[in-house]
């Protein structure tokens, strides 16, 4: 079982920065392929990034590449995601899930934390 807790979420002006946390409990998140997602309000969800298990390959979603950056703290059991040049459209709630099979479904989920881009 893997427990996920995702923080960092709030209110930020287009153009400004947030980092958003995901941290875990119950296996290293070193190990575990996690990924974050966003579900905007009347949109279905939607894949922004993610991060595999050692060592550790990124990819991002065309949307957000360049603007978005994940990274892991091991030793926090922690993953993060850095968000700049934030735009309107990046308005969502926003989830960490974890991929125990690291190809396989993303089998545990975070409650996720509202981000709200303004003008």
């Known amino acids: 079982q893997v427990q996920l807790v995702e923080s960092g979420g709030g209110l930020v002006q287009a153009g400004g920065s947030l980092r958003l946390s995901c941290l875990a409990s119950g296996r290293p998140l070193r190990l575990l392929r996690v990924g974050w997602f966003r579900q905007a309000p009347a949109k279905e969800r939607e894949f922004v990034g993610s991060i595999r298990e050692l060592p550790g390959f990124t990819n991002y979603a065309d949307s957000v590449k360049g603007r978005f950056t994940i990274s892991r703290d091991g030793a926090k059991n922690t993953v993060y995601l850095q968000m700049s040049n934030l735009k309107l459209e990046d308005t969502a709630v926003y989830y960490c899930?974890?991929?125990?099979?690291?190809?396989?479904?993303?089998?545990?989920w975070g409650q996720g934390t509202q981000v709200t881009v303004s003008s």
């Open positions: 899930a974890a991929d125990p099979q690291n190809n396989g479904p993303y089998d545990y």
